[in-house]
């Protein structure tokens, strides 16, 4: 059974840090490209930053600068480095594994972080 599980999520006044941690299990973590989106209350699941299996980065424009992504294989764990945070950074925060295999998409989700910025 795979599990993606979130946690670091919370409040937290803008300009200040947090850090998401996603705890992978049920999949050979080192073969999937990992990913974090954010969902606004309102508003569609947008992209925040992906990680590659051989650790190629990739950012939405809003968070560059800001958010870091990095994974640890050994740990099974994807991290969201989140600095300089800003009211408009307030979302649910998910973790997402995604593999290609033999012509089929595998695609997982995580239950979701809240992380809120107070102005």
């Known amino acids: 059974q795979v599990q993606l599980v979130e946690s670091g999520g919370g409040l937290v006044q803008a300009g200040g840090s947090l850090r998401l941690s996603c705890a992978a299990s049920?999949?050979?973590?080192?073969?999937?490209?990992m990913g974090w989106y954010r969902q606004a209350p309102g508003k569609q699941r947008d992209l925040v930053a992906t990680?590659?299996?051989?650790?190629?980065?990739n950012y939405a424009d809003s968070v560059k600068g800001r958010f870091t992504i990095s994974r640890d294989n050994a740990a099974n764990t994807v991290y969201l480095q989140m600095n300089s945070l800003r009211p408009e950074d307030t979302a649910v925060y998910y973790c997402?594994?995604?593999?290609?295999?033999?012509?089929?998409?595998?695609?997982?989700w995580g239950q979701g972080t809240q992380v809120t910025v107070s102005s």
């Open positions: 997402n594994a995604v593999r290609l295999r033999s012509g089929r998409t595998l695609d997982y």
């Open positions: 049920g999949i050979v973590f080192s073969f999937f490209g």
């Open positions: 990680i590659t299996t051989g650790d190629s980065t």
